[in-house]
């Protein structure tokens, strides 16, 4: 089974490299990689041109938008199983040789998903659930992030595209949300998700709480609104999740922990927008 993986990136050289290195010790050398590149120079042409990969390297350039330039790489994929790592993750050894035996050993299994450590051990990227088992409309916000998932061409060729008004570097304030879109749109299809907890892909987990990360919550919760809304998620569910930070910015109050109260704080405001977009 090969796997074609789309690495769209911008503004990024050592995490790519880093990226680049670990595919290296994958265990199956089936693969293809596809850097959609959205920078306006040549910084990544040196990276690619020494990579020392068991499988081609495909570069192609996109304008700035990261669903936009997950549509270009969808576009040139010759894989059976097609995944989604960010610029800034990386693999660890043998990821892909035990992806393919999973979705060799079932082939009722249309896609997987998993959790996301910072390299040390400890969560990153979100709250994960600790049990395995079928990703849900309802679990889906904690069984996948788009660097742990790996779904069959099969699958994507029915989804279609990624929604382009959500994620990154898109033209409208939805600054996130494009991966589990995109997972909701599989779920609806009938297609079988399964999600495992011990299925791990590294990405840092750098939060600082200063007023650059809470405009950057602020982003991400219209992006998560936004998905709410567009899939007509019910009223508690919507409202769970804007009262879950609200809490834990008044548990970051109590603490005095003033910066932490207002990333969270942040994160309530932007799912309000979202949901009213």
């Known amino acids: 089974m090969k796997v074609s993986l789309i690495l769209a990136t911008k503004g990024r050289v050592e995490e790519v490299d880093r990226f680049v290195r670990s595919v290296a010790h994958q265990g199956h050398g089936d693969s293809e990689l596809i850097v ?22 495909i570069h192609l350039r996109s304008k700035s938008g990261l669903s936009h330039a997950r549509n270009v790489g969808l576009a040139s994929t010759t894989g059976d199983i097609i995944g989604f790592p960010d610029d800034d993750c990386w693999y660890p050894e043998g990821l892909l040789a ?39 409309l309802n679990n889906v916000w904690k069984r996948g992030i788009s660097y742990t998932i790996f779904l069959r061409s099969s699958v994507c060729s029915a989804v279609g595209p990624f929604d382009e008004e959500l994620g990154v570097g898109t033209h409208t304030p939805f600054g996130s949300g494009e991966e589990t879109d995109y997972l909701i749109r599989t779920i609806k299809l009938g297609f079988n998700i399964q999600y495992l907890s011990d299925l791990v892909v590294f990405h840092p987990n750098p939060i600082l709480y200063n007023g ?26 919507n409202l769970y999740t804007v009262l879950r ?25 932007g799912r309000v927008r979202g949901l009213w977009s």
Do not use: W
């Not at 959609?36 to 390297?57: G, T, W």
């Not at 896609?111 to 659930?129: M, V, Y």
């Not at 992006?223 to 019910?234: A, P, W």
């Open 245 to 269: 930070p609200i809490g834990g910015a008044l548990l970051s109050l109590l603490t005095l922990r003033i910066r932490k109260a207002a990333y969270h704080l942040a994160i309530a405001r």
């Open 212 to 237: 650059n990360h809470c405009s950057k919550a602020f982003r991400y919760g219209v992006g998560m609104g936004r998905v709410l809304s567009k899939h007509h998620y019910k009223f508690s569910f």
């Open 36 to 57: 959609v590149d959205q920078n306006e120079d040549s910084r990544l042409e040196p990276i690619l041109a020494r990579a020392k990969l068991p499988f081609p390297i």
């Open 98 to 136: 035990r992806v393919v035996s999973q979705f060799r050993s079932d082939r009722s299994v249309d896609g997987l998903t998993g959790r996301s450590e910072d390299g040390q051990g400890r969560a990153s990227g979100g709250n994960f659930s600790h049990d395995q088992g079928r990703v849900g």
